[in-house]
């Protein structure tokens, strides 16, 4: 099921979902541990990066628990999500939302595809600021299953306590990715450890900074129906995505309506290959 976007299409070689194998940069350093999910469709993908040494999740919600030092630690997570241009070999990824503050560079790659291999080759100018190199495996390809979605609008809070004014929702066969925005742009050029380090024992400057969830987890059924399983928001891990609710997809203008007892949201379908019926279904359990 093909739709007009606003988002240009992609490649089917480049659609599914890629694990990140290795990291390897310029100075000889490589990244073997960090938990790296590629969600990409035909017109949105989301990617999301959680370090294998975060800090643990205390007991609780929120940010409360951590120390300052925890919290300058989570700020090393890497997610972002957006629309890609792949032309000539080379893979452009726009962020329209980004846990990271922007750097003013793109990113920018080389990549290849060999299978279920995808190969990417950065350099200085893209926004690592340095060579390096990176290998993904494919786990699927969302033959099954493949929805991408933007928010329209939102009421209340149905995500996580939160109130959203952009997202994006990705589902490749039985595996979901969700990217919401923080309330306002980061400031550019500064890292995100240390914007948190400026803020002191601000906590609440600190959890404007930090207030940015993506999120990966399984679709799954009853009991443990859109589990997240990695998240921004570390104590997120183990929830479900929304709170169950009704769910009503109209095919005329491609909006699916999903209200929830904590709030209600309104999503744009940009990419499909499920039946309206299905995909009401899917958001109802």
């Not at 095919?251 to 379908?269: F, I, K, N, Q, V």
Request: aromatic residues 10%; proline residues 6%; negative net charge.
């Amino acid at each position: 099921m093909d739709r007009p976007s606003e988002f240009p299409p992609v490649p089917d070689q480049a659609i599914g979902l890629w694990r990140r194998e290795v990291k390897e940069m310029e100075d000889g350093s490589a990244d073997r541990t960090t938990r790296v999910f590629y969600g990409q469709t035909r017109n949105l993908y989301i990617d999301i990066r959680i370090p294998i040494d975060r800090p643990a999740t205390p007991p609780g919600r929120g940010f409360e628990g951590y120390s300052l030092e925890e919290l300058a630690q989570i700020a090393k997570q890497q997610a972002f999500a957006g629309h890609a241009v792949i032309e000539g070999g080379r893979c452009t990824w726009h962020r329209t939302i980004d846990y990271q503050p922007r750097t003013g560079r793109p990113d920018s790659s080389l990549i290849e595809v060999e299978g279920d291999t995808l190969h990417e080759r950065g350099d200085a100018n893209s926004v690592t600021g340095m060579n390096f190199y990176e290998s993904y495996h494919r786990e699927c390809r969302g033959d099954e299953r493949r929805l991408a979605f933007r928010l329209a609008e939102s009421d209340g809070t149905p995500f996580g306590d939160r109130t959203a004014h952009d997202a994006f929702l990705v589902v490749l066969d039985d595996r979901f990715w969700f990217a919401r925005a923080r309330a306002s742009d980061l400031a550019m050029g500064k890292s995100l450890p240390d914007l948190v380090r400026e803020a002191g024992d601000d906590r609440a400057a600190i959890e404007a900074c930090l207030d940015c969830e993506i999120s990966f987890g399984c679709l799954g059924e009853g009991d443990g129906a859109w589990r997240i399983e990695f998240s921004t928001l570390p104590w997120r891990e183990g929830e479900r995505l929304f709170p169950r609710g009704q769910a009503d997809f109209e095919a005329e203008s491609d909006l699916l309506r999903l209200d929830t007892p904590a709030g209600s949201a309104t999503w744009r379908l940009f990419d499909a290959n499920l039946p309206g019926d299905t995909i009401r279904a899917l958001f109802s359990i």
